[in-house]
């Protein structure tokens, strides 16, 4: 399977990329063109213009408008909980 084919089949999370970034927007371009994705995605961004929400919106891509390190805080001890917990013997 070549990397553009596995890319089109996959979940996305995007941490801190802005679609003001013409590089992150050509390369999306070229993976999916204008289709929308097939599997669930997320962006996660502290600030969102109206243009950039239209783009991801336009993919199908939920935006969490949050700083990039309380969700990653958030996200990991949220890992914390669903592990389960270590024997340290």
Known sequence: MTLAAKLRKS???????????WNLRV???????EQKLTYK??????KL?????DLWRSREV?????PLDTY???LDERLKELLPPRNHA
């Open 11 to 21: 979940h996305f999370l995007f941490l801190g990329y802005s679609l003001r970034d």
């Open 27 to 33: 390369i999306l371009h070229r993976i999916w063109g």
């Open 41 to 46: 995605s997320w962006a996660v961004l502290e």
């Open 49 to 53: 213009e109206l243009m950039e929400k």
């Open 62 to 66: 939920d935006v969490f408008r949050v």
């Open 72 to 74: 990653v805080a958030m």
